[in-house]
């Protein structure tokens, strides 16, 4: 019976090994395999006729590094203020408003989400122009003397990133919170718990697995996004996306780029496996010290990790 | 734009200064081309990757196809022009925009010349090399009944002498333009520029996205050939520029033009003369601004319309080259533009025409007399690398 | 997705200091709702108002009036590029519905080492920066057209639909997986007793229940693909330019009214294609937090 329903479902899965193994696997592979070659000369794009690992010295040099440790500033700061911003409002979404109220405000966060993210950043540039809006009517309002200048700063790009980001980081940390019902919640602060006690110790760990859900979601696509950047901050949103990016559509050097590539991807990995293990060691000893206090409630209820994206 | 037309000099400049003018440039631009070219072609023929372009393109019928898709630098035809030619049941046009030779050759390049535009706008020296790696189409001269109206100064070009690859569009040259409400004193050189940039303007200032005139800013203000492919000069403007000017750069701007000037975005901005021309008629307060063609030399170029060899709209891409080189829609071109087209007579009926601030349009002879065409030698990656350098420094 | 919320009928009444805590640490919370949907909204609220800008450019408001609408629906180019960009959002909805589907399927009702490994590549997919996807299927898709002699991956809509897909399969599949795993199979074992063959089956039972999953994945690979622009960029051909690379290209040059007005009206499209959705989905009885939990893939 069971093997009978069985046999169909695994072939179910066929067209997407195929269609993965094609575009996915197969062209990375390729790009894997371009940065080991080199530049064949001003009409070539790449060559791998003689195999070395030259590229990737090349790729590794001190632009590199340094727009490395520009993005990687840029990604680690946007993820924590969009955390920041969306914890208490997912939380405010998901204990505070009411069941009927609380559709409508996840669609309006999904909004902004679904409008092309070019013209949600031109939203921005025209708001924060120097002579803008938002900046004759700081004037006006006496608060400054001089126009605003926010266009092409730092500021201005992590204002970019946060805002393009926000809702990934709104919606798990939002599915994660509203698991943790409001029953749990009573039965810690029956238990004694105060309230700033069960929000430490029942509602934020419970809610774990859709915060770190939250910042994979917004860390990995920042590392990689370079083009809000440089609408919002001319010079100063140099991202390493962009540097892999003008290989390809500028210098005309796949080798160079693809060793880039690869070299962004490894360093993304190897930043997440070291927050990941950071998280989970503060995650352990907080419950570790926890544990005396709720020990079935917290054991019992932790939900599943929330993302299938993670 | 790196470009380049020296007859325009014998035109415009003194006899003496123009035969000086067109010997120099002539020789050097030849020579640099031809080693371009050859180490080019060398390298082209070993490697996988360095393929030539496998043209698959339609034949040329007479029969005029639907569509048309131009591959040219932003902001570049009368929008007018455009949608004249589309009118009536025209072809459809497709046009989409770089910002320096290098990204519109990666284009190419990267689709092995089946990149599906038809007309491409390259400077001219980069012809020679498009042209011997089988990127661009031979033209046909007779379907080019309007090529006659060409001054016949601006034809036969070192990088394309017999025209086989190309047809005039435009020539300018390269300058700044300044903020006179930031920037109280004058500026007129390359110098006064760099000067300029780290103090008044720090941190207000845009350059282009085009690795040989980036790096001129420099090696002009030095009195450098800026053509200059020697590994020391090079590296001692690398190092100047990475640490001198890189931090006081707020943005990288082909077309401030576009909207930069008319939004005050930049105190200083390095642009072309037609572009700056562009900026200051939608700007509502032309009058702060002022354009320099800088001293001692700057960038002297040509862009050409090319037809690419994998072209799969020939009889659109002639119909409409053709189109612009009639003689009122030439006159159309360069009222909006603000580069001169190069047809007998344009700046007479241009002007004519009714041409605002023509003195941006047609520098004076002793400003063209001192100019420099850009060429494609061996400093070329190294340029385009110093450029990569630049951006990442002024991010950090 | 299954309704197993136990939320609290009543809530129990707080002694009265606490009641006054929590009313002020509710209305700050609420304060900072508030502020961040502002935050949300603002940008597009602009460009909104922007659309009806009469001036030559965007930035410098002129004076209000349709102009600009007519003048972006005018033009060929902007009409081609957001055909393209529709045609190919619902070419990448269409495949990636389908093959995310099957996959979802299988999923959620096999598991063993090759479900772990399917579902670990389709997370990869999810995690691999755009730019990286982009250069790829660029080298990909010229190996195939001019070394492979497969001119099918020489077309521009071709390429755009499969880059599309290769970024929304996996939305689509955990999607779906989500929804059919929350479901009994004892129905499908019925079916199977009752000696229905497979096709059947599948077309009765279990179609009709993963249905809501389905449409949402698809819907949500229409936007994805709607939206996207850094690969878009580097895969497509002229004259099929989708729209976000149009405004990306627009950018370089002067940026003019006509494309927040178009932008306005992509909106509009987008927003009623999310409606769609939710309805739907609403009417197969999933609560508000459901709908939000399908629409971002969470399962």
């Known amino acids: ?310 | ?396 | 997705m299954t309704a197993l919320d136990d939320r609290p009928g009543t809530r129990r009444a707080a002694p009265a200091p606490a009641r006054r805590r929590r009313s002020t640490s509710s209305a700050l919370l609420g304060i900072w709702g508030a502020l961040v949907l502002v935050f949300l909204f603002l940008p597009i609220a602009v460009i909104v108002v922007y659309s009806f800008n009469t001036g030559r450019l965007l930035t410098s408001w002129q004076g209000f009036g349709f102009s600009s609408y007519a003048a972006g629906l005018d033009r060929p180019v902007i009409r081609g590029a957001i055909a393209t960009s529709v045609k190919a959002a619902v070419g990448a909805a269409l495949l990636s519905a389908v093959i995310g589907s099957l996959a979802g399927l299988a999923l959620a009702r096999r598991g063993g080492r090759w479900a772990g490994l399917l579902t670990l590549l389709l997370g990869l997919t999810l995690v691999t920066p755009e730019i990286v996807d982009a250069i790829s299927l660029l080298g990909w898709f010229v190996s195939l057209d001019s070394d492979a002699g497969l001119p099918l991956f020489g077309n521009g809509l071709v390429r755009l639909v499969i880059a599309h897909s290769v970024l929304s399969t996996a939305v689509v599949t955990f999607i779906v997986r989500a929804r059919v795993s929350g479901m009994d199979a004892s129905l499908e074992e019925a079916a199977a007793d009752l000696y229905a063959t497979p096709w059947a089956r599948f077309r009765d039972i279990t179609l009709p229940l993963a249905a809501p999953g389905v449409l949402a994945g698809g819907l949500m690979a229409f936007t994805l693909s709607l939206d996207n622009t850094i690969v878009a960029s580097f895969v497509q051909l002229p004259g099929g330019t989708p729209w976000p690379v149009y405004v990306l290209s627009a950018l370089r040059a002067a940026l003019r009214p006509e494309i927040a007005a178009v932008s306005t009206l992509m909106l509009v499209l987008t927003l009623v294609s999310l409606a769609v959705v939710a309805l739907v989905l609403r009417r197969s009885g999933d609560s508000a937090t459901d709908v939000a939990r399908t629409l971002t893939g969470g399962g």
Not at chain 1, 16 to 44: H, M, Q, R, T
Not at chain 1, 136 to 164: C, E, F, I, K, W
Not at chain 2, 176 to 186: A, C, K, P, Q, S
Not at chain 2, 273 to 282: F, Q, S
Request: glycine residues 8%; proline residues 6%; contains cysteine.
């Open chain 2, 1 to 396: 734009m790196t470009r380049k037309p020296p007859p325009t000099a014998s035109l415009l400049a003194p006899r003496e200064t123009a035969r000086r003018l067109s010997t120099r440039l002539g020789r050097r631009s030849v020579l640099g081309g031809l080693a371009a070219a050859g180490s080019a072609w060398a390298l082209s023929a070993c490697g996988d990757g360095g393929s030539s372009a496998s043209s698959a393109g339609a034949e040329a019928d007479g029969k005029v196809e639907d569509a048309l898709n131009i591959y040219t630098w932003a902001d570049y035809d009368a929008p007018e022009v455009l949608s004249a030619f589309q009118e009536g049941g025209g072809p459809t046009l497709q046009i989409d925009s770089y910002g320096s030779n290098e990204e519109m050759l990666a284009k190419l390049v990267a689709a092995k010349g089946a990149s599906g535009y038809d007309i491409v706008v390259p400077t001219g020296l980069f012809i020679p090399q498009m042209g011997s790696n089988g990127f661009l189409a031979e033209l046909d001269r007779s379907k080019l009944p309007n090529f006659a109206n060409l001054d016949p100064q601006y034809l036969g070009q070192t990088w394309d002498p017999d025209n086989t690859y190309s047809v005039p569009k435009d020539w300018g040259t390269t300058g700044f333009i300044y903020d006179t409400t930031v920037i109280g004193r004058e500026l007129t050189s390359w110098a006064d520029f760099l000067d300029a940039a780290q103090k008044e303007a720090s941190g207000s200032v845009s350059i282009l996205e085009d690795p040989w005139e980036v790096t001129c800013i420099y090696l002009a203000a030095n009195g450098i050939d800026p053509n200059t492919s020697d590994p020391a000069q090079l590296q001692a403007c690398e190092d100047y520029l990475v640490a001198n000017l890189a931090p006081h750069l707020k943005g990288f701007e082909s077309n401030p033009g576009g909207s930069a000037i008319a939004q005050s975005t930049y105190a200083l901005m390095q642009c072309w003369n037609g572009d700056a021309r562009l900026g200051l008629d939608g700007s509502n307060e032309p009058d702060k601004w002022k354009y320099v063609f800088p001293t001692p030399t700057a960038n002297i170029w040509m862009d050409n319309w090319c037809i690419t060899a994998g072209a799969e709209h020939p009889d659109a891409a002639y119909a409409f080259i053709d189109q612009v080189l009639e003689v009122d829609t030439s006159v159309q071109e360069l009222l909006y533009i603000g580069y001169n087209t190069g047809l007998k007579d344009i700046e007479a009926k241009a002007t004519a025409a009714g041409l605002d601030r023509a003195e941006l349009v047609f520098p004076s002879e002793e400003v063209v007399a001192r100019l420099t065409a850009s060429v494609l030698n061996d400093g070329h990656e190294t340029i385009v690398a110093i450029l990569g350098k630049i951006r990442a420094a002024a991010g950090a």
């Open chain 1, 1 to 310: 019976m069971l093997r009978r329903l069985r046999a169909p479902h695994g072939a179910l899965a066929l067209p997407a090994w195929v269609f993965l193994l094609a575009f996915f696997v197969a062209p990375v592979a390729l790009v894997f395999w371009y940065s080991f070659g080199e530049k064949p000369g001003l009409f070539g794009t790449h060559s791998n006729e003689v195999l070395s690992f030259a590229r990737y010295g090349e790729a590794a040099d001190a632009t590199f590094l340094a727009t490395f440790w520009n993005t990687l500033r840029i990604a680690l700061l946007g993820t924590a203020i969009c955390l920041v911003v969306a914890l208490p409002f997912a939380y405010w979404v998901a204990v505070k408003v009411p069941t009927r109220w609380r559709g409508l405000l996840i669609a309006l966060v999904l909004v902004p989400f679904w409008t092309n993210f070019l013209v949600r950043t031109l939203g921005w540039q025209i708001a924060l122009s120097p002579e803008g809006f938002v900046s004759s009517g700081l004037q006006a309002l006496g608060l400054r003397d001089d126009p605003l200048q926010v266009l092409y700063t730092r500021g201005a790009v992590q204002l970019g990133v946060v805002y393009n980001y926000l809702p990934l980081m709104v919606l798990p940390c939002y599915v994660a919170l509203e698991r943790t019902t409001a029953s749990l919640r009573e039965a810690s602060r029956d238990l004694g718990a105060g309230r700033w006690r069960t929000l430490t110790s029942v509602t934020l760990p419970l809610a774990f697995p859709g915060i770190a859900a939250g910042c994979l979601l917004v860390f990995v696509p920042l590392m990689g996004d370079y083009v809000t950047a440089t609408v919002l901050g001319g010079a100063k949103g140099n991202m390493v996306g962009q540097l892999v990016a003008s290989q390809f559509q500028t210098a005309q050097n796949w080798a160079l780029g693809s060793a880039m590539a690869v070299l962004l991807v490894v360093f993304i990995a190897v930043t997440v496996l070291v927050a990941a293990a950071v998280a989970l060691l503060v995650r352990t000893a907080v419950r570790r010290g926890r544990r005396v206090d709720l020990p079935a409630v917290a054991s019992a209820r932790v939900p599943a990790p929330a993302g299938g994206r993670s």
